[in-house]
């Protein structure tokens, strides 16, 4: 069962009953789920999470709505792997990738969406929509088609063609905004406002985001439940990583963790980084940026949970980390080379910033690090293009031989 107990707007405390609405009306500031914390105490424990399913579902008393509501995708528990050879490389011996990339629709977000999707399914929704800055519009798709909903999801017209095929694939209606996400966002409030569609980060946003404090689960169950000393993460809006903070402080209130000492790094691309510019003027105002960057699925200018996530920061000293734009690539390639895994640039972002951090001598040599792989690099192939450079070759050894020599010194 689900212990969902209200909404409560984080800044004036106000609550509200469980319904799909996600701002205060009287402060305007974001509503939050509240839980029976009380009550999850007495079933909750590390023996039973054990017994469940190998998905996000093994957490279900501490999320906003339970498995039996709705579909089931096998979202979740995916490979926390030692990254033994970028470490080595970096200097770090006990460095950690959780690899998020193996979810069925190749990205985080099949989290939230999960989470969403059940929710809109209790409440009645037939539509199931979102504003997209790429992954979520694949994920809502899949999870549009598994729940038979009408789904329509919204982007900006600039995508990568690996998410608008990725999306396009479940048979979703797909509107290409021209505007950026920021825009797109703006548009989607106003529908949602006036249809009655289940935008699963718009007027489902308390619940969605919800999903992600498994990430933060997981992480702590799979180190053996230990809190990591330091997390990196991505950051568009903000809220995974204000979510994996608060996964795993739930787990320490709830006496399944013994301490949470986790500092929490942000990473954003230099194209796109109003929260590190706020952590770098010192502030908890984000100025709202216009995005250029070649990481699409961090550009969000105008960071929706920004003031949260720079409280986390504060209140554990992590950093907020710009990355340069031609790192983005490099190290997309430097963790394929060396861990053999294929991130999208979210997670070429979020490899330069641990690679930062590691060199400035602000990550210790055996901290226990997990860097968050969000989204799969299929989804990102254009800019990577100049990765391929086969040896050409006619079908016969000797050509081969001949081809192979020519490669060796074109490459020395
Ligand atoms: C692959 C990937 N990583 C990270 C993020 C950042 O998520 P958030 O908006 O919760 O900060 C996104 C958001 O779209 C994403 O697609
Ligand atoms: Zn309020």
Known sequence: ??????????????E??????????????????????????????????????????????????????????????????????????LGLNNLYIKNDSTNPTFSFKDRVVSVATNKALEFGFE???????????GSVSAHGAKAKMDTKVFFPSDLEQGKILGAAIYGSTLVAVDGTYDEVNRLCSELADNHRWAFVNVNMRPYYSEGSKTLGYEVAEQLGWRAPDRCIVPAASGSLFTKIWKGLNELKDLG????????????????????????????????????????KSLAIGNPADGFYALKTIAETKGNAVRVPE???????????????????????????????LAKRGIISADEVVVAFVTGNGLKTVEVIEDAADPVFTNPDYKSFQDALNVWNKRSL
């Open 1 to 14: 069962m689900s212990y969902i107990k209200c909404l409560y707007c984080r800044e004036c405390g106000r």
């Open 16 to 89: 509200y009953p469980v319904a799909p609405e996600h701002v205060c009306e009287f402060c305007f500031g974001p509503l939050e789920v509240g839980y029976d914390y009380e009550a999850i105490k007495k079933v909750i424990s590390k023996d039973k999470i054990q017994k469940g399913p190998l998905s996000i579902w093994r957490y279900e008393d501490l999320l906003p709505v339970t498995r039996d509501s709705g579909i089931d995708m096998g979202t979740g528990f995916t490979p926390l792997v030692k990254a033994e050879n970028l470490g080595k490389t």
């Open 326 to 356: 031609p790192e983005v690539a490099e190290c997309m390639k430097l963790l394929a080379e060396t861990e053999g895994i294929f991130t999208e640039t979210a997670g070429g972002v979020v490899i330069s910033a641990l690679r930062s």
């Open 256 to 295: 399944l963790l013994e301490s949470v000492n986790t500092f929490m790094d942000l990473a954003q691309p230099d194209g796109c980084s109003p929260i590190v510019e706020a952590f770098e003027q010192g502030t908890y105002h984000v100025k709202p940026v216009k995005p250029e960057t070649i990481a």
């Open 127 to 137: 539509t199931l929509a979102c504003a997209s800055t790429g992954n979520l519009a």
